[in-house]
């Protein structure tokens, strides 16, 4: 849970190229260990509207907040500075990495996660994740989905998302190719997931569940080839 009782400051955003609306949040407090972002974890908000969330993103009985909310016409909003730890992420694990929020910059996009992402929306995304990305030398692998670190208890930013488009620019690790092989074991599916990142504590069907959200919204069903060979990084002979 986040710490209480740290007031707010109302210094001006570092973000300030894409000149987002600076809407403070008094949910926040500093990163723990002197740590400073080394992922940025996407969130869809799951209300419907943007004011919705940023009243609740801004309530402090919400206790909850992120570093940024795009609205579905494209819209951009800053709550806490980056330098800051907002709390978006909850309980979770990245890399064997727990504390996300001490590690991560949260963005927060508009929308009941029911339906594809506008254009607006992705645009400014686009546009922010660079700026982020040079600011704390984040490389592609470390912009991740809430449900990456918190498998079977997040789901966004759901399987509307469109990772490949990110992927594409550079903004999220690239997926191997698909190659044919045999159904995979469960343990050489675990052992691929947690190499890939996917190492918080979860049961089989929840890791898979986190992987497909990822990597394979589309498929269903019992594990099979391409479930691991998303987990395999480009290049590696298998
Ligand atoms: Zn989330």
Same mark, same amino acid.
């Given at each position: 849970?986040?710490?209480?009782?740290?007031?707010?400051?109302?210094?001006?955003?570092?973000?300030?190229?894409?000149?987002p609306i600076?809407h403070?949040?008094?949910?926040?407090?500093?990163?723990?260990?002197?740590?400073?972002?080394?992922?940025?974890?996407?969130h869809?908000t799951?209300?419907?509207?943007a004011?919705?969330a940023l009243?609740?993103l801004?309530?402090?009985?919400?206790?909850?907040s992120a570093h940024f909310l795009i609205g579905?016409?494209?819209t951009l909003w800053q709550m806490?500075? *980056?330098?800051? #730890? =907002?709390?978006?992420?909850? +309980? !979770?694990?990245?890399?064997?990495?727990? %504390?996300?929020?001490?590690?991560?910059?949260g963005i927060e996009l508009d929308?009941?996660?029911?339906?594809?992402?506008?254009?607006?929306?992705?645009?400014?995304?686009?546009?922010?994740?660079?700026?982020?990305?040079?600011?704390?030398?984040?490389?592609?692998?470390?912009?991740?989905?809430?449900?990456?670190?918190?498998?079977?208890?997040?789901?966004?930013?759901?399987?509307?998302?469109?990772?490949?488009?990110?992927?594409?620019?550079?903004?999220?690790?690239?997926?191997?190719?698909?190659?044919?092989?045999?159904?995979?074991?469960? *343990?050489?599916? #675990? =052992?691929?997931?947690?190499? +890939? !990142?996917?190492?918080?504590?979860?049961? %089989?069907?929840?890791?898979?569940?986190?992987?497909?959200?990822?990597?394979?919204?589309?498929?269903?069903?019992?594990?099979?080839?391409?479930?691991?060979?998303?987990?395999?990084?480009?290049?590696?002979?298998?």
């Amino acid at each position: 849970m986040p710490a209480a009782g740290i007031p707010a400051r109302s210094a001006v955003p570092s973000t300030t190229e894409l000149s987002p609306i600076w809407h403070p949040s008094p949910n926040f407090s500093e990163r723990r260990d002197g740590l400073t972002p080394s992922l940025v974890v996407i969130h869809y908000t799951a209300m419907n509207s943007a004011k919705a969330a940023l009243d609740r993103l801004c309530d402090p009985a919400s206790e909850v907040s992120a570093h940024f909310l795009i609205g579905g016409d494209g819209t951009l909003w800053q709550m806490v500075r *980056e330098e800051d #730890r =907002a709390w978006h992420a909850g +309980a !979770g694990e990245w890399e064997g990495q727990t %504390d996300i929020n001490s590690r991560s910059v949260g963005i927060e996009l508009d929308s009941t996660g029911s339906h594809p992402f506008s254009e607006p929306q992705m645009s400014t995304l686009e546009a922010l994740l660079p700026r982020i990305m040079k600011s704390w030398s984040i490389p592609a692998s470390g912009v991740i989905g809430h449900s990456d670190m918190a498998p079977g208890r997040k789901s966004d930013p759901g399987p509307h998302f469109d990772w490949q488009r990110l992927e594409r620019q550079a903004l999220a690790k690239p997926r191997a190719p698909v190659t044919a092989s045999a159904t995979p074991s469960p *343990e050489a599916f #675990r =052992a691929a997931a947690r190499r +890939a !990142g996917f190492t918080a504590p979860v049961d %089989d069907t929840q890791l898979l569940a986190a992987v497909r959200l990822r990597f394979r919204p589309w498929a269903q069903g019992p594990l099979e080839t391409g479930d691991l060979n998303a987990l395999i990084p480009p290049g590696t002979i298998t």
